[in-house]
């Protein structure tokens, strides 16, 4: 008897001790706030520069999801992600996000619905169809909504959550989707947060690309910037409003005067982006006769870029690591077989890990590419941001440029000029390449206000200006993204590697790591799942209930035994 209070006493202490430390736990949890993230990319850990960014909301972030219904399995997993990416916003945000999940197709009236699908639409959130497939076999269409709408402070701005790359399989579209929500919706925040957009220039007049040859990227940056078409002409003002300025691949002398304001731009402390081809091949003719030539181009800025630190030469690489073409591989008078070969003047090219610009980005398509080397400017950084492969080597102008070239095996050894540099970031205060030249009538303009050294500030050259061009659908006449590659239907790392140039030139670093963020795809084996679906599932359901039997029935033995009399 005397035992059995003892019993009830303990278990009375226990459960009271219990009750204190869960409450104690939850009072020290009020106050402290920390989240474990087991996963080994950390795909639940937002980023610093976002949880400073969530941390000085100071009003509600409300987000429409319109991403609910009955999806299949992959777009579930987006959902989720999405619910919980939202819930680490919220959490760092002191509970200032809120959000809902839509579902526009909910109304099981057809006009009610449509109407609701033009107001999205109208919005700018495009729709995506999507084919299901029923239980009999069949399939039917869905229209859904991958997209999130933030509002902070009487603004909106569109998050598209599915990342529509042609040519990319549908689940890697998912996995791509997921790894770039925080990017998407933190990108989406710092503009409602910070609405006054830098400037960012594409200069013309000098044969540079045109807009539908830059599209891509141009729309891209129109939710960061605002970007415009710059024409010099002489005026000294011209660059005035502009942070950064895109040189992207010049085809005529840019004159003098033209040159200074550039070079006053920098002295300003301007960035410039610089995409500049050193050698003109003539690609009709390669395409009509399959020959061309290679031949050094005259564009009067060999002295500028030589004086900032960096020097482009009058070459072309070739590089085994490389995209491929299409050939006729058929006999004459046959009907043709167009095989893929590879074309050793269109380098992939790697990445510099070390560097946040390149850090993460996938392989880099190049065009008749040159090399560069950097010049002992005093007090100038550089920075080699991209090499060639092992297996490369250069070919000085002028040279023959023949298609000729896929029809023999080409020895590796022959490629002797390995990591060839392509692209290089400069930093530091430069100095004007007007210092010790005689140009009064400019110099003592006061509208100049000129200066023989910059501030600190900083300029990327790439030796080939087709990097940052997009193709055209001919059909259509609609800029394909920027990377695309319609012959091998996949999608190179230029596209980023633009965007990381820009966001590191003006300053927004912080958007770099997240764009090159990397969550690991870990699908299910289908065919190991179809083998062993009964096995599993046993394992799953029958085995834990059998367990809690199992420690039930021993539990009962073990007491029964310990109390009986």
């Given at each position: 008897?005397?035992?059995?209070r003892?019993?009830?006493?303990r278990d009375?202490?226990?459960?009271?001790?219990?009750?204190?430390?869960?409450?104690?736990?939850?009072?020290?949890?009020?106050?402290?706030?920390?989240?474990?993230?087991?996963?080994?990319e950390?795909?639940?850990?937002?980023?610093d520069?976002?949880?400073?960014?969530?941390?000085?909301?100071?009003?509600?972030?409300?987000?429409?999801?319109?991403?609910?219904?009955?999806?299949?399995?992959?777009?579930?997993?987006?959902?989720?992600e999405?619910?919980?990416?939202?819930?680490?916003?919220?959490?760092?945000s002191?509970?200032?996000?809120?959000?809902?999940?839509?579902?526009?197709?909910?109304?099981?009236?057809t006009?009610?619905?449509?109407?609701?699908?033009?107001?999205?639409?109208?919005?700018?959130l495009?729709?995506?169809?999507?084919?299901?497939?029923?239980?009999?076999?069949?399939?039917?269409?869905?229209?859904?909504?991958?997209?999130?709408?933030?509002?902070?402070?009487?603004?909106?701005?569109?998050?598209q959550?599915?990342?529509?790359?042609?040519?990319v399989?549908?689940?890697?579209?998912l996995?791509?989707?997921?790894?770039?929500?925080?990017?998407?919706?933190?990108?989406a925040?710092r503009?409602?947060?910070?609405?006054?957009?830098?400037?960012?220039?594409?200069?013309?007049?000098?044969?540079?690309?045109?807009?539908?040859?830059?599209?891509?990227?141009?729309?891209?940056?129109?939710?960061f910037?605002?970007?415009?078409?710059?024409?010099?002409?002489?005026?000294?003002?011209?660059?005035?409003?502009?942070?950064l300025?895109?040189?992207?691949?010049?085809?005529?002398?840019?004159?003098?005067?033209?040159?200074?304001?550039?070079?006053?731009?920098?002295?300003?402390?301007?960035k410039?982006l610089?995409?500049?081809?050193?050698?003109?091949?003539?690609?009709?003719?390669?395409?009509?006769?399959?020959?061309?030539?290679g031949?050094?181009?005259?564009?009067?800025?060999?002295?500028?870029?030589?004086?900032?630190?960096?020097?482009?030469?009058?070459?072309?690489?070739?590089?085994?690591?490389?995209?491929?073409?299409?050939?006729?591989?058929?006999?004459?008078?046959?009907?043709?077989?167009?095989?893929?070969?590879?074309?050793?003047?269109?380098?992939?090219?790697?990445?510099?890990?070390?560097?946040?610009?390149?850090?993460?980005?996938?392989?880099?398509?190049?065009?008749?590419?040159?090399?560069?080397?950097?010049?002992?400017?005093?007090?100038?950084?550089?920075?080699?941001?991209?090499r060639?492969?092992?297996?490369?080597?250069?070919?000085?102008?002028?040279?023959?440029?023949?298609?000729?070239?896929?029809e023999?095996?080409?020895?590796?050894?022959?490629?002797?000029k390995?990591?060839?540099?392509?692209?290089?970031?400069l930093?530091?205060?430069?100095?004007?390449?007007?210092?010790?030249?005689?140009?009064?009538?400019?110099?003592?303009?006061?509208?100049?206000?000129?200066?023989?050294?910059?501030?600190e500030?900083k300029?990327?050259?790439?030796?080939?200006?087709?990097?940052?061009?997009?193709?055209?659908?001919?059909?259509?006449?609609?800029a394909?993204?920027?990377?695309?590659?319609?012959?091998?239907?996949?999608?190179?790392?230029?596209?980023?590697?633009?965007l990381?140039?820009?966001?590191?030139?003006?300053?927004?670093?912080?958007?770099?790591?997240?764009?090159?963020?990397?969550?690991?795809?870990?699908?299910?084996?289908?065919?190991?799942?179809?083998?062993e679906?009964?096995?599993?599932?046993?394992?799953?359901?029958?085995?834990?209930?059998?367990?809690?039997?199992?420690?039930?029935?021993?539990q009962?033995?073990?007491?029964?035994r310990?109390?009986?009399?």
């Amino acid at each position: 008897m005397t035992q059995k209070r003892g019993n009830k006493k303990r278990d009375i202490i226990w459960l009271v001790l219990s009750i204190a430390i869960v409450v104690l736990c939850n009072f020290i949890g009020s106050f402290v706030f920390h989240r474990f993230d087991l996963t080994s990319e950390k795909r639940y850990t937002l980023s610093d520069d976002t949880k400073k960014m969530m941390e000085s909301v100071n009003d509600i972030v409300y987000v429409k999801v319109y991403l609910d219904g009955d999806f299949p399995s992959g777009f579930k997993r987006l959902k989720s992600e999405t619910k919980e990416m939202l819930d680490e916003f919220r959490a760092y945000s002191h509970g200032n996000v809120q959000y809902e999940f839509i579902n526009p197709s909910a109304n099981p009236d057809t006009k009610v619905r449509d109407a609701f699908y033009r107001q999205l639409y109208n919005q700018g959130l495009t729709p995506t169809n999507l084919q299901v497939k029923d239980d009999n076999g069949g399939s039917s269409e869905q229209v859904i909504f991958p997209w999130a709408v933030i509002s902070y402070k009487g603004q909106s701005a569109p998050v598209q959550l599915l990342q529509n790359d042609p040519g990319v399989p549908p689940d890697e579209a998912l996995n791509n989707s997921v790894q770039k929500l925080e990017y998407d919706f933190a990108s989406a925040m710092r503009i409602l947060k910070n609405p006054v957009r830098r400037e960012v220039g594409f200069l013309y007049g000098h044969g540079e690309l045109d807009s539908l040859r830059v599209a891509d990227i141009t729309n891209t940056l129109n939710d960061f910037y605002v970007t415009k078409r710059v024409k010099i002409e002489g005026r000294l003002k011209s660059l005035q409003d502009i942070g950064l300025l895109i040189i992207a691949n010049p085809d005529t002398i840019i004159n003098e005067k033209d040159k200074f304001i550039i070079d006053q731009f920098v002295m300003h402390g301007g960035k410039i982006l610089w995409l500049v081809n050193s050698v003109y091949t003539n690609m009709d003719s390669l395409h009509h006769s399959g020959i061309t030539m290679g031949l050094p181009r005259e564009l009067n800025l060999n002295d500028m870029l030589f004086n900032y630190g960096a020097r482009i030469n009058t070459d072309i690489v070739q590089d085994m690591q490389c995209s491929m073409i299409p050939i006729n591989k058929a006999f004459r008078g046959s009907p043709p077989d167009w095989q893929l070969v590879p074309w050793v003047y269109t380098p992939l090219v790697g990445n510099n890990p070390q560097n946040i610009i390149t850090k993460n980005l996938d392989l880099i398509e190049f065009n008749f590419a040159s090399s560069l080397d950097t010049i002992g400017s005093e007090g100038i950084k550089k920075t080699f941001l991209l090499r060639t492969s092992k297996y490369s080597r250069l070919a000085e102008t002028p040279t023959r440029v023949s298609l000729g070239i896929v029809e023999y095996p080409l020895a590796m050894q022959q490629f002797d000029k390995p990591f060839q540099p392509l692209a290089v970031l400069l930093e530091g205060k430069f100095k004007s390449l007007y210092t010790n030249r005689d140009i009064p009538k400019i110099v003592n303009d006061k509208e100049i206000d000129y200066k023989y050294q910059s501030p600190e500030t900083k300029m990327i050259v790439i030796a080939d200006g087709n990097v940052i061009k997009n193709e055209v659908q001919q059909s259509t006449g609609r800029a394909l993204p920027l990377g695309y590659d319609f012959y091998t239907n996949r999608t190179y790392g230029n596209k980023n590697f633009i965007l990381n140039c820009i966001n590191y030139l003006t300053g927004d670093e912080s958007l770099i790591p997240l764009r090159g963020r990397e969550i690991k795809l870990r699908l299910l084996d289908k065919k190991k799942i179809a083998n062993e679906r009964l096995q599993w599932q046993i394992i799953n359901t029958v085995l834990p209930s059998l367990l809690i039997i199992i420690y039930g029935m021993i539990q009962f033995f073990v007491r029964k035994r310990k109390y009986s009399l």
